[in-house]
């Protein structure tokens, strides 16, 4: 196996542990997020207070983009799909839908709001110690998202990139395909959209920025799986931004998982079935 491509070595080493992987993989942290969200209160002030702007936007988006911009892409569409193309240009224009509430919402609404989150789920795990690197924490604090203080230095949840905004467009292409076309292109797009949900985790660690791509590197399937997963999360309507939020969640108990790994290895002690 040590001959193998890094990509194949990974993949093999995947097939070994079926069962283990099922478990752990990657692409189960977004409903992981979904579910610890559900069930931990503290959290709940963070998402009502950003349920309602989503809901406004989505009530005005969809209903615009399914009136004016949905026919014409079916018929765009039906030239290389026939019939099939009623169905993706549904995907199509939640895709669509998708993308502009997103950038309205985390450029009014949400970065800090996620910031928070991600935050809150790391202390709540017992790493107030690595949120500390950069943000005051307050001890008195009656629960995870009361102890978080003032950022000591910037805090951005995931930076905007030109590169991933080029692919969206040069990608849409891939929607052309019949029924596997939203699928492959929410995988095309994962990678970097995965890996952009630990921007603030690898900030916390203090990673360069060589280092923090030999990180995605060797992870690059898990990041591409995972973003993959939260990217259709987003295309559901009205909800969208809302598991946006909790990807944030389950992102962060990714990263904690990553962090007692580590901490295990480190310490001698036995190693755990976590997604690394």
Known sequence: MA?????????????????????????????KGIYFCLRHRFLWPLLRARFIPCLILSI?????????????????????????AWFNAVFLVLGEAAAI???????????????KIFDAVLIHKGYTE?????????????????????????AVYSPWSLRLTFEFVLLLPLTFIPLAGGPLYCLALGRRAGSF???????LLGLTPK?????????????????MVALLLQLIPVFSMLFLLTTAAGAALWAADLNRKKNRERDGGPTIPVEV
């Open 3 to 31: 001959d193998l491509p890094p990509l194949l070595t990974e993949r093999s080493s995947l097939l070994a542990k079926p069962k283990e992987i099922f478990v752990t993989s990657a692409y189960w942290y977004p409903f």
């Open 60 to 84: 005005i988006v969809l209903p615009t983009l399914f009136i004016f911009a949905y026919l014409p892409q079916v018929a765009f569409l039906a030239i290389f799909q026939g019939n099939l």
């Open 101 to 115: 509430i997103a950038l309205l919402f985390e450029a009014f609404f949400v970065d800090g709001t996620l910031v």
């Open 130 to 154: 690595l949120v500390s690197h950069r943000r005051v924490i307050i001890p008195e604090g009656a629960d995870p998202v009361k102890q978080l203080g003032s950022t000591t230095k910037s």
């Open 197 to 203: 949900q630990h921007w603030r985790y690898f900030k």
């Open 211 to 227: 280092q923090r791509d030999a990180f995605i590197k060797q992870r690059q399937w898990k990041y591409t799986w995972f973003g």
